[in-house]
């Protein structure tokens, strides 16, 4: 059974840092494509960033230069450094995972969720 646990949210000032954590089981996350989707209230879930099975990474024109996501391989886990952040950066943060490897920004495309973390940014 797949699990995808998420941790590190919070609250922080506009320029401040955070780093997510996704906490796999049940996959093996340099087996799959892993990905960080966010949604605001009132809006439709948006892709942040994903790093596919070979560790290329993508990232959403918004966050570039930004953010940055990796793997830790021996913790089987996923990180999204979240660096000079702005309040348009508040949302609730989701990690998912799929195993194909095309349109890695289209959510329903995604086979498994975390419960995802909350993440505000104050100006």
């Known amino acids: 059974q797949v699990q995808l646990v998420e941790s590190g949210g919070g609250l922080v000032q506009s320029g401040g840092s955070l780093r997510l954590t996704c906490s796999a089981s049940?996959?093996?996350?340099?087996?799959?494509?892993m990905a960080w989707f966010r949604q605001a209230p009132g809006k439709e879930r948006e892709f942040v960033a994903a790093?596919?099975?070979?560790?290329?990474?993508i990232y959403a024109d918004s966050v570039k230069g930004r953010f940055t996501i990796s793997t830790d391989n021996a913790k089987n886990t996923v990180y999204l450094q979240m660096n000079s952040l702005k309040p348009e950066d508040t949302a609730v943060y989701y990690c998912?995972?799929?195993?194909?490897?095309?349109?890695?920004?289209?959510?329903?495309?995604?086979?498994?969720w975390g419960q995802g973390t909350q993440v505000t940014v104050s100006s």
């Open positions: 998912a995972s799929r195993r194909t490897d095309w349109n890695l920004i289209q959510s329903d495309l995604y086979d498994y």
């Open positions: 049940g996959l093996i996350v340099t087996d799959y494509n």
């Open positions: 790093v596919r099975w070979n560790r290329r990474t």
